[in-house]
């Protein structure tokens, strides 16, 4: 059974710095692309950041210089680092994995982790 599990959110002040990981579980398929999403209250998801199993990246223009994306293939985890962090980065914050199968992709997401910037 696949999941991915994530840890690090938590309650930061404006200025500070939180590190996220999304650890992926199970077997039978190889990963792709992986990415972190976002949701703020009230708002739409937002796709934050992304890594291709290249190790390409792409970023929301409003996290540009601030979050770095990067991965572990053999640890099978992405991480978020997130720096000079903003309250309007208040969010519940979602890993995703596009997974390969014998029999196609499927792409996953984790739980979600709570990250609350303070101003």
């Known amino acids: 059974q696949v999941q991915l599990v994530e840890s690090g959110g938590g309650l930061v002040q404006a200025g500070g710095s939180l590190n996220l990981s999304c650890a992926t579980s199970?077997?039978?398929?190889?990963?792709?692309?992986m990415g972190w999403d976002r949701q703020a209250p009230g708002k739409q998801r937002e796709l934050a950041a992304t890594?291709?199993?290249?190790?390409?990246?792409d970023y929301l223009d409003s996290v540009k210089g601030r979050f770095t994306i990067f991965r572990d293939n053999a640890k099978k985890t992405v991480y978020l680092q997130m720096n000079s962090l903003k309250p309007e980065d208040t969010a519940v914050y979602y890993c995703?994995?596009?997974?390969?199968?014998?029999?196609?992709?499927?792409?996953?997401w984790g739980q979600g982790t709570q990250v609350t910037v303070s101003s």
């Open positions: 890594i291709t199993s290249g190790g390409s990246t």
């Open positions: 199970g077997a039978g398929f190889s990963i792709d692309d």
């Open positions: 995703n994995a596009l997974l390969s199968f014998p029999r196609g992709r499927k792409r996953y």
